[in-house]
């Protein structure tokens, strides 16, 4: 069974840099036919994808956040992550991490959430 | 690319069937069959529900069944139980992913 965790502080500054690890187990990130994904929820709001990441480093990012965006994969960790830059309040939300499926496109496993707070 | 539309409320009594619709464009609902739904009960992760428009992950109950016509994605709970009480997005993939709006579903 595949599990995933997402990790990282739960409060940021404004302009600062928001960074988060989802630690994969139960399954090699690196197993093809799939694809790492983070997607947000902004307090007592729907779902906003944010951008997913191949095991390869092939990236594909949300284009309204895209510059502020960056993801990476390491593969000896088991883990992938995402950076958002430049943080205002509007970035405070809950962050999952999710697994995709490359060939018919859906996100099967998502970790538990973190809730990250932009507050000075 | 904008939120799929979904309505915000539905309800049903137990027993009863609920229909959530969401609704896209020709260009990501209308365009592929990548149309997913996830429930998610508060303070949870969202739950695969439905995959390719009608397929149903294992250990995910027939009584959730999908659809789609033209530009519109359709779920359906049929025999509605407490349990169902949740909110649900529909999703389209078009080389990116767009959710929609929420559905809200009570059970009376």
């Known amino acids: 069974q595949v599990q995933l965790l997402e990790s990282g502080p739960g409060l940021v500054k404004p302009s600062h840099t928001l960074s988060l690890t989802c630690t994969v187990s139960?399954?090699?990130?690196?197993?093809?036919?799939?694809?790492w994904s983070w997607i947000r929820q902004h307090p007592g709001k729907g779902l906003e994808w944010i951008g997913y990441?191949?095991?390869?480093?092939?990236?594909y990012y949300n284009p309204s956040l895209k510059s502020r965006i960056t993801m990476s994969i390491d593969t000896s960790k088991n883990q992938f992550s995402l950076k958002v830059s430049s943080v205002t309040a509007a970035d405070t939300a809950v962050y999952f991490c999710?697994?995709?499926?490359?060939?018919?496109?859906?996100?099967?496993?998502w970790g538990q959430g973190t809730l990250v707070t932009v507050s000075s | 690319q904008s939120a799929l539309t979904q309505p915000p409320s539905a309800s049903g009594s137990p027993g009863q069937s609920v229909t959530i619709s969401c609704t896209g464009t020709?260009?990501?609902?209308?365009?592929?069959?990548?149309v997913s739904w996830y429930q998610q009960h508060p303070g949870k992760a969202p739950k695969l529900m439905i995959y390719?428009?009608?397929k149903r992950p294992s250990g995910v109950p027939d009584r959730f069944s999908g659809s789609k016509s033209g530009n519109t994605a359709s779920l359906t709970v049929s025999g509605l139980q407490a349990e169902d009480e949740a909110d649900y997005y529909c999703?389209?993939?078009?080389?990116?992913?767009?959710f929609g709006t929420g559905t809200k579903v009570t059970v009376l």
């Open positions: 999710a697994r995709g499926d490359d060939y018919d496109n859906y996100l099967d496993y």
């Open positions: 139960g399954g090699s990130i690196s197993s093809g036919g799939f694809y």
């Open positions: 990441i191949y095991y390869s480093g092939t990236t």
């Open positions: 020709s260009s990501d609902v209308g365009a592929y069959n990548s």
């Open positions: 390719e428009v009608y």
């Open positions: 999703s389209s993939y078009a080389g990116t992913y767009v």
